[in-house]
Nanobody, 125 residues
Framework: QVQLVESGGGLVQAGGSLRLSCAAS????????MGWFRQAPGKEREFVAA????????YYAASVRGRFTISRDNAKNTVYLQMNSLKPEDTAVYYC??????????????????WGQGTQVTVSS
């Protein structure tokens, strides 16, 4: 079993920055990939970013490309989401997730095997 715990959310003004962290614990942690999703009030959960646990491949939603950066620290079993130039429309609960068994896509929720509880990000205008 894998546990994912997000941290780093909070309230920030538009144009500001936040860095989210997702620490994994439990079984020997060796995912295929890690991702971040978000869910705004009244909306479906959507893909934000993902990375392979080995190598340099990263993937971003068009809405965050150039503003958000996903990264990892393999030694700490932690994935990060650096969020810059935040906008009010970035307000959401942010979730990290782990792919253990790759199913062919990183952008769909169904492709992820474990999920964290989420951390709230609120961007004020």
């Amino acid at each position: 079993q894998v546990q994912l715990v997000e941290s780093g959310g909070g309230l920030v003004q538009a144009g500001g920055s936040l860095r989210l962290s997702c620490a994994a614990s439990g079984r020997t942690f060796s995912p295929y990939a890690m991702g971040w999703f978000r869910q705004a009030p009244g909306k479906e959960r959507e893909f934000v970013a993902a990375l392979r646990w080995s190598g340099d491949s990263t993937y971003y939603a068009a809405s965050v490309r150039g503003r958000f950066t996903i990264s990892r620290d393999n030694a700490k079993n932690t994935v990060y989401l650096q969020m810059n130039s935040l906008k009010p429309e970035d307000t959401a609960v942010y979730y990290c997730a782990a792919v253990i068994h790759y199913s062919g896509s990183y952008i769909y929720e169904a492709g992820y095997d474990y999920w964290g509880q989420g951390t709230q990000v609120t961007v004020s205008s």
